[in-house]
């Protein structure tokens, strides 16, 4: 019998033979797998049928059953899961839109160029076609077997035991475990006799066959490996030092923002958050996770001996290969495994953004300089959840407002952005130095412009807006969704609307969304999905090229590199202090603020950087809140000044 990713279209008993006429076609026997599972019915499917046939751009069968809402993607994963479709893996992969027909081609090619000496699935996963995981899940579909999560299941010594490590790893399986007298075998290629008749000689006829990854039984077996030789691994200070100085600087090299050190129930798993999203990284032994805990506790200055509080702390990392210093904000938590810690990493972009670089829209920004940062006092905020951004906006302002004749003083927690000719006080409240002190103090100290890391409650927001009320200029963070719903977290921080109305001049929200990779972009056509959930018409969509990002060695794979500011400008004219003043709701709020001082919602502003090839759709819809139609793209051209 063939490899498990070589397995041939399985057809019904009852169909003739492929001399008398030809196999039907993968989405021929799809289509009477949905009909035979009431899922589609007969004149649904012709009409699919001739929607297809007049299409430009080519789709599969199914792809226009869900673009035609007649099939949800809910049910026919039930129904896959519950009755075999025969279809060869590659095809099914194309008809469930999972794999483009061009990729199945091209791996097709390859693996012939190989002398099939080389699975289709091992190089669609392995050239980066399909993500490994999606690739199992429609396996499992086609052989009625499950996937097993090796990383979730519990490491069996015993079963293990029963042969040589070299065996598991000559026959690709592993012994899970053990439930009512059978065994669960996962196995990479269940359709390979060899490896199954092994996997049955050793653990009986009626064993229960899963499916796993190659990589997943490498691991386990690592695993294994690892456990059975515990007792000499070498955990003394001077490995558990390098390991962490290669763990730091392997971060900077790859551009984390965050390190994640997670102890779980069989091992310690390493993330780091690059542009935005946790990737994982490595996995250590869970006997690493004490020694590395303490070794960070001493460095974070945090007491060693704590293990049943939560503690912060922060580190100041020279790294021995760079030279380079690396600061550090460290937090231990603890669960029901141990300690969590995670490592925030600050100061790695050395510089300063220039205002016009961080990314605003043209005419967005001038307003931004002229109606706001040029006015001699007033409060503007600059709004967004953890991790879009705001500090760094922040200091773009303050690098645009910095110059010989104007006093600035912060207060933050921690100073993030170290700025020659600015007084920056950083908060500890271990020796007293707490945010409500500093605030008492700060407008003491004859200030022009006074920057607040954040506003955190009621008392923070009451010096912000007493400190515009008598000239200065304040400018400070905010953690909201968007710009209407800064100005109403105000209210609910009991501060009169007519303090707000008179004192707040601009409330900017922005989020961070993920770049997509110049190197391996390419076009991305609309589908009628995409139409309708943008609420679009063709006419709507002028001037528009969006892209998506294929995936290579320099984006590793995700079709993603770097990330961009996505902007919402609210600059409070009379007609939006008025509706503050009348406590309007947040939806007439944003009807006034688009209608009078030309809003921009975040939404539009992510949809024509997405119609410029910078992020992707799915990024904007993913990402961005949508709280109303937004204008077609040539009006957003027109009031962002963005060029067609």
Same mark, same amino acid.
């Given at each position: ?57 080519? %789709? ?14 809910? %049910? ?569």
């Amino acid at each position: 019998m063939s490899s498990q990713f070589q397995l041939t279209a399985q057809s019904p008993s009852s169909q003739p033979s492929a001399d008398a006429c030809p196999l039907p076609s993968s989405g021929e026997v799809l289509a009477d797998f949905l009909v035979r599972h009431g899922l589609l019915t007969i004149p649904q499917l012709h009409y699919a049928r001739r929607v297809q046939g007049k299409l430009a751009t080519p %789709k599969t069968l199914l792809q226009v059953l869900q673009d035609l809402d007649y099939i949800q993607e809910s %049910k026919l994963r039930r129904a896959l899961q519950q009755d075999r479709v025969g279809i060869r893996i590659g095809d099914l992969l194309v008809e469930l839109g999972y794999l483009r027909q061009k990729d199945l081609q091209t791996a097709l090619a390859r693996q012939k160029e190989s002398g099939g000496s080389r699975r289709l699935g091992e190089i669609l996963v392995a050239d980066h076609f399909i993500d490994e995981h999606k690739f199992l899940e429609v396996l499992s579909y086609q052989l009625g077997l499950k996937v097993v999560d090796l990383d979730a299941e519990e490491l069996d010594r015993g079963l293990l035991s029963r042969a040589p490590s070299k065996l598991y790893q000559q026959y690709q399986f592993v012994p899970v475990r053990k439930e009512n007298d059978r065994i669960l075998v996962a196995l990479v290629d269940p359709q390979n006799k060899e490896d199954l008749a092994m996997a049955q000689d050793l653990f009986g006829r009626d064993i229960d066959v899963g499916i796993a990854s190659a990589k997943a039984v490498a691991d386990w077996l690592q695993k294994y490996r690892h456990v059975c030789c515990a007792s000499k691994v070498d955990c003394d200070e001077h490995t558990v030092i390098g390991l962490i100085n290669k763990l730091l600087d392997e971060a900077v090299k790859e551009g984390a923002s965050d390190i994640h050190i997670e102890p779980l129930k069989e091992r310690l798993r390493v993330r780091f958050r690059c542009d935005g999203v946790l990737l994982q990284h490595k996995t250590l032994g869970l006997e690493l996770a004490a020694p590395i805990t303490s070794r960070l506790k001493v460095m974070a200055d945090a007491n060693i001996t704590e293990r049943r509080r939560h503690q912060d702390g922060r580190i100041l990392y020279e790294s021995p290969t760079t030279g380079k210093t690396l600061d550090l904000r460290v937090s231990f938590y603890v669960t029901i495994y141990g300690e969590k810690v995670v490592l925030r990493l600050l100061n790695q972009k050395g510089e300063l953004l220039e205002l016009k670089d961080i990314g605003m829209a043209p005419k967005m920004l001038d307003r931004f300089r002229y109606d706001a940062l040029d006015l001699p006092s007033g409060v503007l905020i600059v709004t967004g959840p953890t991790g879009s951004g705001k500090t760094t906006t922040l200091y773009s302002c303050v690098n645009y407002l910095n110059n010989m004749e104007t006093s600035i003083i912060t207060a933050e927690d921690p100073v993030e952005y170290i700025v020659d000719g600015i007084a920056q006080c950083s908060i500890n409240t271990e020796i007293g130095v707490t945010f409500e002190e500093t605030l008492r103090h700060i407008v003491r100290q004859d200030p022009d412009i006074i920057i607040l890391g954040e506003i955190r409650d009621h008392f923070s927001a009451e010096t912000a807006i007493q400190a515009a009320l008598t000239g200065h200029k304040v400018l400070t963070t905010f953690h909201t969704e968007d710009s209407i719903g800064g100005l109403l977290r105000l209210m609910n921080m009991e501060i009169e609307a007519f303090l707000i109305s008179s004192t707040v001049v601009c409330v900017l929200a922005q989020r961070l969304l993920r770049q997509i990779c110049r190197e391996c972009a390419e076009p991305y056509i609309l589908t009628a999905a995409d139409m309708r959930r943008l609420g679009y018409r063709q006419a709507d969509m002028a001037g528009a090229s969006f892209m998506t990002g294929r995936g290579c060695p320099l984006c590793r794979f995700t079709g993603y590199r770097g990330r961009v500011g996505v902007f919402e400008l609210l600059v409070l004219n009379e007609q939006v202090k008025d509706a503050i003043l009348q406590r309007k709701t947040s939806y007439e709020i944003r009807r006034i603020s688009v209608e009078t001082s030309g809003l921009i919602t975040l939404y539009e502003d992510g949809l024509v950087k997405a119609s410029r090839g910078l992020i992707s759709l799915q990024e904007v819809m993913r990402m961005l809140p949508r709280l109303g139609k937004p204008r077609g793209l040539p009006e957003l051209y027109r009031l962002t000044g963005e060029q067609r």
